[in-house]
């Protein structure tokens, strides 16, 4: 059975740098057909990709917020760990972590966590 | 830059077939994946290359795609079917959704 499970802090402070944690179960992150996108959603808007990680370590980054974001994976445990600096209360949304099934030349999300809610306020 | 551009909003009465359209100037060299997504809810991956079913996905579901523009068929739509419907394309650089189409089941 398939989970992704994201974890982290609710509240944080503009300026405050966020790091999530998206904890796997039921596959391998090591697994070369698949990968580990976080996407976001702000309220009552739509989803925003931000970032993703492959087997091989391969990772992309959203133009908008490259500057600002940094994905890595620990296999040994399971955790892809997204974190996004310089926090805005316009990066309140919920976060999504989610499965990335390689297809042909492309990819999609078979799998999706709860998604975590994260305000950003002072 | 590239968008994926979706209605804001379709509306069907129950039993008729709703058709939500996804265009973008990359859809012809990539796939088109489609997503529901209910309210509080994670989305759903209810067509993925174009027009392939997930396992456990109802038949009502169904994709297309003609050039710059993919379409999620909903035949018979039912009242649960109410949520809203995402597309999305990738290649190896990075993962585009569309704005997003509200479907009402009046």
């Known amino acids: 059975q398939v989970t992704l499970k994201e974890s982290g802090p609710v509240l944080v402070k503009p300026t405050e740098t966020l790091t999530l944690t998206c904890t796997v179960s039921g596959f391998s992150l090591s697994n070369a057909r698949m990968g580990v996108s976080w996407i976001r959603q702000p309220p009552g808007k739509a989803l925003e990709w931000l970032a993703h990680?492959?087997?091989?370590?391969?990772?992309s980054y959203s133009t908008s917020l490259k500057s600002r974001l940094t994905i890595s994976k620990d296999t040994s445990k399971s955790q892809v760990v997204l974190t996004m600096t310089n926090m805005d209360p316009v990066d309140t949304a919920t976060y999504y972590c989610a499965r990335i099934r390689l297809v042909d030349s492309g990819y999609d999300f078979d799998y999706w966590g709860q998604g975590t809610l994260v305000t950003v306020s002072s | 830059s590239y968008e994926l551009t979706q209605p804001p909003s379709v509306s069907v009465s129950p039993g008729q077939t709703a058709r939500i359209t996804c265009s973008g100037d990359a859809l012809p060299k990539q796939y088109a994946y489609w997503y529901q997504q209910k309210p509080g809810q994670a989305p759903v991956l209810v067509i993925y290359k174009d027009s392939e079913r997930p396992s456990g996905i109802p038949e009502r579901f169904s994709g297309s795609s003609s050039g710059t523009t993919v379409t999620l068929t909903i035949s018979g739509v039912q009242a649960e079917d109410e949520a809203d419907y995402y597309c999305q394309s990738a290649d190896s650089s990075g993962t585009l959704f569309g704005g997003g189409t509200k479907l009402t089941v009046l």
């Open positions: 990680i492959f087997s091989n370590d391969e990772k």
